[in-house]
């Protein structure tokens, strides 16, 4: 897609480059005088195609990550760090400062996600706000923890107080497809649980990130959160081999995942926070509602491109239906509109890696020599930021489209007539994520829905895959995640249990009563939040 910069509405230009000339380590935003990275989007704002120009970023070295490091262990200072013994409340002020201070940067953040990513304008509003309303829920969440941990419990004549409490330090690594929400997911409830953290983003969608930097630093004791640029090889794998670091957090690739988790020296004290790669299918039975099935796997397999871990990657249609389900889906498919994110009902965008079209066409090829067509009349059509959604049908085992994660426009059909082709299917694939079941004959559903159960963690009835609410757990069994976020469990799962033990006698129990009345302990403490 390309435009000239005139055509481009003011509010949405490119005026000014966003130079990120520092990093922030240990409180402070660090000027970088070294190697930088120039950030390019794949949208053009010229007539003949050519890639524009947002910026550029520090390519920090194997010093500066270790220095982060440094500053995040330093800060937990073996749990006796400022942030990890604070008093939750005041944990809690600090989050409140920085999600104020963020609020006021949505407009630039917007532009950016649109720029680095290709996001249209109204997901690009809604991950802000999502994102916003996520850190208020995670307060809100922590708040009524602490207050049901207000409390002492007596068991077999031993008191005990149970709350629970920071791991240690955290290294976050966010995803480009959703890199506000996705990575805030990860990094909100690690620094909210006590955890200090070091976060690195990913390669498309960083300069967005840069308006929210003086915020980190405004709203947080010095050492929590530290945020530092570069490739993965160089200043992560440094981190991981240290040995200390507590949690991987990472939205990615089970890769990249598992490539790093072998990195760190004692992997049994590493806890592992990650939302990994899916290949989630849609089946399509034979009574389905066409109509809503149709428009929930445009939603699905399409939505940003189908950039998403939740997409619908895979449409089994029963035998009986997927001549004309294949006819209505194709048609629809392109009647969607390809523009730039700002353009009004644009639905389809240029991707932002710049060698995706050529990974898709691949795809698209090798299922064509085996057998497979392109069904819809504009299926495939490439410029030099996009390829339009292909529909493959029939699509076998043996295509490279059956097996890889596509996150990309190409959209796979299968027809079966046993309903165990699809289940046999998803029970042999390395991911577990979501299914999309759409039918209503409820004899057929309830003993597809007790199996699909124990296939994926979420099975959405007569509805596209998605993450939210996020209030939801969001989670995956074989290689599609490890830990579940949601608001409710992000929390616990960047925490542990933890507790004051007493045998219930006199001296113990006048200790007890001293450090109540003293509020002495943060941590020993059954003060009510409002």
């Known amino acids: 897609m390309t435009s000239t910069f005139v055509d481009i509405p003011e509010q949405f230009q490119i005026k000014d480059l966003t130079h990120q000339s520092t990093y922030l380590v240990d409180g402070n935003l660090i000027k970088w005088e070294g190697e930088t990275s120039e950030v390019y989007s794949t949208i053009s704002s010229t007539k003949d195609y050519k890639p524009t120009v947002l910026g550029s970023i520090p390519t920090l070295t194997e010093k500066e990550a270790l220095s982060a490091l440094d500053a995040a262990v330093n800060a937990y200072d073996k749990g006796q760090g400022l942030w990890p013994t604070m008093k939750v409340a005041d944990r809690i002020a600090c989050m409140e400062t920085f999600v104020e201070q963020m609020k006021s940067k949505r407009e630039e953040v917007v532009k950016l996600l649109m720029w680095e990513i290709g996001k249209n304008l109204p997901d690009s509003q809604k991950e802000f706000d999502r994102t916003v309303e996520y850190i208020y829920d995670t307060i809100e969440d922590y708040k009524q923890m602490d207050r049901d941990s207000a409390k002492f419990e007596k068991h077999d004549g031993v008191r005990a107080h149970i709350r629970r409490g920071p791991l240690g330090v955290v290294l976050c690594l966010g995803p480009y497809n959703y890199p506000l929400n996705e990575t805030f997911a990860l990094l909100i409830p690690a620094i909210m649980m006590g955890?200090?953290?070091?976060?690195?983003?990913?390669?498309?969608?960083?300069?967005?990130?840069?308006?929210?930097?003086?915020?980190?630093?405004?709203?947080?004791?010095?050492?929590?959160?530290?945020?530092i640029y570069g490739r993965g090889r160089t200043v992560a794998s440094p981190i991981m081999q240290s040995g200390k670091v507590d949690v991987l957090a990472l939205i990615g690739n089970s890769k990249s995942a598992n490539a790093l988790q072998n990195q760190h020296p004692k992997s049994n004290r590493l806890r592992l926070v990650l939302g990994l790669e899916a290949k989630n299918p849609a089946i399509v039975l034979k009574d389905a509602d066409l109509d809503l099935a149709i428009d929930e796997c445009i939603a699905g397999a399409t939505s940003f491109n189908g950039q998403r871990c939740t997409?619908?990657?895979?449409?089994?249609?029963?035998?009986?239906?997927?001549?004309?389900?294949?006819?209505?889906?194709?048609?629809?498919?392109?009647?969607?509109?390809?523009?730039?994110?700002?353009?009004?009902?644009?639905?389809?965008?240029p991707l932002p890696e710049p060698d995706k079209p050529a990974f898709i066409q691949e795809l698209i090829d090798d299922a064509l020599d085996k057998g497979a067509k392109i069904i819809n009349k504009k299926g495939g059509e490439t410029t030099e930021n996009y390829i339009f959604p292909a529909v493959l049908y029939p699509v076998s085992k043996d295509m490279r489209v059956y097996e890889e994660e596509q996150f990309g426009p190409v959209i796979p059909v299968i027809p079966f007539s046993d309903?165990?082709?699809?289940?046999?299917?998803?029970?042999?694939?390395?991911?577990?994520?979501?299914?999309?079941?759409?039918?209503?004959?409820?004899?057929?559903?309830?003993?597809?829905?007790?199996?699909?159960?124990?296939?994926?963690?979420?099975?959405?009835?007569?509805?596209?895959?998605?993450?939210?609410?996020?209030?939801?757990?969001?989670?995956?069994?074989?290689?599609?995640?490890?830990?579940?976020?949601?608001?409710?469990?992000?929390?616990r799962s960047f925490s542990i249990r933890t507790f004051v033990a007493s045998k219930d006698n006199d001296y113990n129990n006048a200790i007890l009563k001293d450090l109540l009345d003293s509020r002495a302990s943060n941590f020993v403490s059954t003060d009510y939040i409002l």
């Not at 449409?315 to 730039?340: C, M, P, T």
Request: proline share 6%; hydrophobic share 40%; net charge neutral.
């Open 419 to 491: 309903i165990e082709e699809p289940l046999d299917d998803m029970a042999a694939s390395n991911y577990g994520q979501q299914v999309s079941l759409f039918g209503k004959d409820i004899k057929t559903l309830a003993p597809l829905i007790d199996t699909l159960v124990n296939l994926v963690c979420r099975v959405n009835l007569n509805s596209s895959c998605q993450r939210g609410p996020d209030v939801y757990p969001f989670t995956g069994r074989k290689d599609s995640a490890v830990a579940t976020l949601s608001v409710h469990d992000a929390l």
């Open 195 to 227: 955890n200090t953290t070091i976060f690195k983003p990913a390669k498309h969608g960083v300069l967005l990130l840069t308006p929210l930097l003086e915020a980190f630093r405004n709203s947080f004791p010095k050492g929590v959160v530290n945020i």
């Open 311 to 349: 997409a619908l990657k895979v449409l089994y249609v029963h035998e009986a239906i997927v001549d004309e389900f294949n006819q209505r889906f194709s048609e629809k498919v392109d009647s969607l509109k390809f523009g730039n994110p700002w353009e009004n009902g644009a639905k389809l965008t």
